[in-house]
């Protein structure tokens, strides 16, 4: 295991540094892992983010992202680089199945191994961990590590703070969700006084739809929502059919859960789509009730407690069967 005083020492000289994060990457994965390449390449060291595979077109708009190297894309490459690398940041993510193939390369990699990470029960797969589950996004822990514990505030520019402002904004759903504490709009407004644009970060996150997405909310909202007032749950299930029909692209779904949970009284929104292999589950939920808690032990996944994910080889239909079997047994927790 690595203390801080050796991570330290480290990071003085010039290191192979791999940044990598959890597949299919939203905005906190990418504005965490590009706000921490933006911090490291300012000291000399040869950093290169990997993703396991593609993320959303309205991602790639943030400083550093023409150095992102999608695995799936360049797998000759990726490997050669973790093969070689000093250092690799694993960040927001905890568990090597999170990053599909490159988990293995990980894991087989001597590199020393720093997880930057905000979700429960982490394994063991890291010399120095910087966790902490009640952070709102990983990007706030990249921030506190590079001004905390690295004590280098001065290196949080413009480039950097725009990411990371970016990770903190997704991930807290627009600054709305419980966790984001007085400590995080502190944090955001030292972000903005770095040169994050906050308005025109919003626009080029949320207000670059395409037609086709939009149609495709539209057809979610009015043909595949369904509400269960006895248990203040509303599950929105997409088909194969649906995807192909509206030609959605990734990212594309991000979010769409939460137009369900907007509705009066819901306190329980499933986003629930067919994949090529597998049905995927996204549960977002209010106040106290456990969406991680279903995802866990019931669809193989997890998540925090009001943002979570499964997923399941059972079929589209079978896969909302058994969430709506489950809901009695919540049923105390969500009529409250």
């Known amino acids: 295991m690595l203390d801080l005083a050796s991570l330290t020492e480290l990071l003085a000289q010039p290191q192979k ?134 004590k280098q505030p001065e290196l949080i520019n413009k480039d950097v703070a725009t990411c990371l402002y970016t990770g903190i904004m997704t991930d807290s759903a627009s600054f709305r969700l419980p966790n984001t504490t007085s400590e995080v709009h502190r944090i955001v407004a030292d972000l903005i006084d770095a040169g994050a644009v906050n308005w025109r970060i919003h626009e080029l996150v949320y207000n670059s739809a395409s037609e086709n997405r939009l149609r495709f909310l539209g057809h979610c909202l009015s043909n595949c929502l369904e509400v269960l007032p006895e248990f203040n749950t509303a599950i929105i299930s997409v088909t194969k059919a649906d995807l192909d029909k509206y030609d959605v692209n990734t990212g594309d779904t991000e979010g769409i859960v939460n137009y369900a949970l907007s509705i009066a009284s819901i306190r329980l929104a499933a986003f629930i789509v067919e994949r090529n292999d597998k049905v995927k589950l996204s549960l977002r939920s209010k106040g106290e009730f456990p969406a991680n808690e279903i995802c866990k032990k019931y669809f193989n996944g997890g998540g925090h407690r009001n943002a979570a994910g499964g997923a399941s080889t059972d079929s589209l239909q079978g896969v909302v069967s058994k969430l709506k079997l489950i809901l009695p047994e919540y049923k105390k927790l969500l009529i409250q």
Not at 37 to 51: E, M, P, W
Not at 76 to 93: G, N
């Open 17 to 150: 540094i791999i940044i990598t994060t959890h597949h299919k990457p939203d905005g906190d994965a990418m504005g965490s892992s590009l706000g921490l390449y933006n911090y490291l390449i300012q000291q000399g060291h040869h950093a290169k983010v990997i993703t396991p595979t593609d993320y959303p077109e309205f991602l790639s708009w943030m400083p550093g992202n023409e150095e992102v190297i999608i695995y799936t894309e360049n797998v000759e490459q990726s490997e050669l680089l973790i093969a070689a690398a000093d250092l690799i940041f694993c960040v927001d993510f905890n568990s090597l199945s999170r990053i599909n193939e490159v988990g293995e390369l990980v894991g087989k990699s001597e590199a020393y191994k720093v997880m930057i990470d905000h979700h429960l029960e982490p394994e063991d797969f890291d010399d120095y961990r910087h966790w902490n589950i009640n952070a709102c996004a990983a990007a706030q822990l990249v921030y506190d590590f590079i001004v905390n514990e690295l």
